[in-house]
T-cell receptor, first 114, second 112 residues
């Protein structure tokens, strides 16, 4: 069964450093999402791509976060500089264009900022 | 804006007990409703869904009915197993896009 791949699974970084996460979607899934999940809470959408275009980044802290999906396939989420409050699980999910709300999630990247 | 409210956990049950996890929502328009499950160390997985009022979603012995009059989508299972121990998230999607709004999650622990 096809899966969403994410790397790294765990990342520890010092505050003010740069960090990047990578996501490889299920083949053919046009829509890609990055979520942030703080411990004990539900995932919150950071950015949504349709193919290579951003369709929703209203909750992305653009002063320090950036995301790209070159060629509409895999995607990178970057934080620069990292802050202590960025410690969380970062989840990537993908979906087919026609399946409302049905998303396939990767295992996530657990970020700890020290 | 759209929101989802779930009962707080953890919920601790003995094996073969009956499970109910409450979920209510606030949304504009006509949302689709979902339950996702997150097993330890894994990503979220879609458990079941319902797209219109009075629909019942079901999977793996779990079921939930879309109740528009009470704006609810409670998750139930007649007999839980230890392997059902996980965090359960209620979610909704509105509009033409696929954006999901999640509740805070309810942790379920099933003991022998």
């Amino acid at each position: 069964e096809a899966e969403v791949a994410q790397s790294p699974r765990y990342k520890i970084t010092e505050k003010s450093q740069a960090v990047a996460f990578w996501c490889d979607p299920i083949s053919g899934h046009a829509t890609l999402y990055w979520y942030r999940q703080i411990l004990g809470q539900g995932p919150e959408l950071l950015v949504q791509f349709q193919d290579e275009s951003v369709v929703d980044d209203s909750q992305l802290p653009k002063d320090r976060f950036s995301a790209e999906r070159l060629k509409g396939v895999d995607s990178t989420l970057k934080i620069q500089p990292a802050e202590l409050g960025d410690s969380a699980m970062y989840l990537c999910a993908t979906s087919m264009r026609s399946r409302r709300g049905e998303q396939y999630f990767g295992p996530g990247t657990r970020l700890t900022v020290t | 804006g759209d929101s989802v409210t779930q009962m707080e956990g953890p919920v601790t049950l003995s094996e073969e007990a009956f499970l109910t996890i409450n979920c209510t929502y606030t949304a504009t328009g006509y949302p689709s409703l979902f339950w996702y499950v997150q097993y330890p160390g894994e990503g979220l997985q879609l458990l079941l869904k319902a797209t219109k009022a009075d629909d019942k979603g079901s999977n793996k012995g779990f079921e939930a009915t879309y109740r528009k009059e009470t704006t609810s989508f409670h998750l139930e299972k007649g007999s839980v197993q230890v392997s059902d121990s996980a965090v359960y998230f209620c979610a909704l999607a509105t509009g033409g896009g696929n954006k999901l709004t999640f509740g805070t999650g309810t942790q379920l622990k099933v003991e022998l």
